[in-house]
């Protein structure tokens, strides 16, 4: 049997997104495949809780930690023989070399911008232009650069059936943490604008600020939905008109389903890697770090009710789960 060791963390910092794709990705490989799987993570309790409902967690003991270790004596505890990465917390490449040839394994990992990358055997990356500058020189491996290669949850890849709704509707949803409180940022612009829609605010389990948010509703009379962490969020998708998102993984997700979206950027990075579909008219990008791009926004979102925002409502297919296994295993 395969024996598959998943690197990844979700902590409030640094979102969820790493761990909902490898989450997807382990769960494919265990309906398809014969294989033993299990996850290897440092951080945090909102990430622990949400893997453990699928798979066995190794947790790394922070009080003297050695990377390189600790990768050594999980990857033999649990006889590993495929090490998947989705990471960026400081592995070397020297230590992942060393791990590699220590001890036979195949090394995986998935929108890698660090030098440790080069010992991969496989590598997959959407279409983005940070590529463009990355240096490959001598990389052994095999580089898969394409929509195709980004991973996506298979009920994204199905064609709903559209709601029409009387009232559009504006989904604001910022992530599985939102540490920035991007949610209440977002609600206090949407409020201030003379127009006839709903709003919906789906908020993740590591939300922090959800009594702050409550509180303003209240005070403002505001009219809206909250919905925390719902089981088939792809339901809440399909429901609206357009999403206003923190940049990541549902940023694809709405651009997979034909639904218009205005993204957030948390991070210089996060703004480049939306570039590829802002071309494809499937997103605008409304801020960025902590600067919100307000008569921008407002242009935007009086474009979209007066139903001149150009926009391709056409499926964008991403994804392709069963060609990604068959290549990892």
């Known amino acids: 049997m395969i024996n598959i060791l998943f690197r990844c963390d979700g902590s409030n910092e640094i979102g969820m997104g790493h761990i909902e794709r490898c989450l997807v990705l382990a769960n494919y490989i265990k309906k398809h495949c014969e294989a033993k799987i299990n996850f290897a993570m ?20 922070e009080k003297n930690f050695n990377y390189y270790n600790w990768m050594t004596d999980t990857i033999i505890k649990v006889s590993a023989n495929i090490l998947i990465l989705d990471v960026r917390d400081g592995l070397s490449r020297k230590d992942l070399r060393k791990i590699k040839y220590n001890h036979n394994i195949k090394i995986v990992t998935i929108d890698d911008p660090e030098d440790k990358r080069l010992e991969s055997n496989l590598a997959f990356y959407p279409p983005v232009p940070q590529l463009e500058k990355m240096n490959w020189d001598n990389y052994k491996g095999k580089l898969n650069v394409g929509l195709e290669y980004y991973i996506l949850n298979e009920k994204f890849a199905i064609q709903y ?169």
Do not use: W
């Open 42 to 61: 440092r951080t945090s309790d909102i990430g622990f809780s949400r893997v453990g409902k699928y798979f066995p967690i190794i947790k790394s003991e």
């Open 161 to 329: 059936k559209k709601k029409i709704n009387n009232k559009p509707k504006i989904l604001i949803s910022m992530g599985g943490t939102d540490p920035e409180n991007y949610t209440l940022k977002f609600l206090h612009l949407l409020i201030e604008i003379h127009g006839d829609f709903e709003i919906i605010i789906l908020i993740g389990v590591g939300y922090s600020f959800l009594d702050e948010l409550e509180k303003f509703i209240f005070d403002n009379n505001v009219k809206c939905t909250i919905i925390k962490d719902p089981k088939k969020v792809e339901d809440i998708f399909t429901m609206v008109d357009l999403g206003l998102l923190s940049f990541g993984v549902t940023a694809y997700e709405f651009a997979s389903l034909g639904i218009p979206a205005l993204y957030m950027c948390r991070t210089e990075d996060h703004k480049i890697s939306s570039q590829l579909l802002c071309r494809e008219n499937r997103g605008y990008v409304v801020g960025v770090e902590n600067e919100i791009y307000n008569d921008y926004f407002n242009r935007i979102i009086g474009l979209f009710l007066n139903h001149l925002l150009p926009f391709n409502a056409n499926r964008l297919e991403i994804s392709n789960l069963k060609k990604i296994t068959s290549m990892i295993i």
